[in-house]
């Protein structure tokens, strides 16, 4: 099983830029396909962004194309999610995620999870 820990959380201001990292353990991250969730205050959790397990094929939601770019580095087993051009509309809390297959059927739902990094985006 994957152990997922989360970093690079924090306050930043609209239009601006911030970096996320996921750090994995117990497993190589080659292994599995990784997305990033995020959690907005009253609503649900949603997937972001998601990359395959050999980090060829990516995936993102609509409004985050072209400002956010998930990475993987599999000599690190991290995770990266850079983000720009930043909107109040990405404060949420930002969860890193394992997918049991190395492209999944459903970016939706993940099996492995991180305890999450708090990401607010201030006017």
């Known amino acids: 099983q994957v152990q997922l820990i989360e970093s690079g959380g924090g306050l930043v201001q609209a239009g601006g830029s911030l970096g996320l990292s996921c750090a994995a353990s117990?497993?190589?991250?080659?292994?599995?396909?990784m997305g990033w969730f995020r959690q907005a205050p009253g609503k649900e959790r949603d997937i972001v962004a998601g990359?395959?397990?050999?980090?060829?094929?990516?995936y993102y939601i609509e409004s985050v194309k072209g400002r956010f770019t998930i990475a993987s580095d599999n000599a690190k087993n991290t995770v990266g999610l850079q983000m720009n051009s930043l909107e109040p509309e990405d404060t949420a809390v930002y969860y890193c995620?394992?997918?049991?297959?190395?492209?999944?059927?459903?970016?939706?739902?993940?099996?492995?999870w991180g305890k999450g990094t708090l990401v607010t985006v201030s006017l």
């Open positions: 990359i395959s397990a050999s980090g060829r094929l990516k």
């Open positions: 117990g497993r190589p991250i080659s292994n599995y396909a």
């Open positions: 995620a394992a997918y049991q297959a190395v492209y999944p059927t459903s970016w939706s739902k993940a099996d492995y």
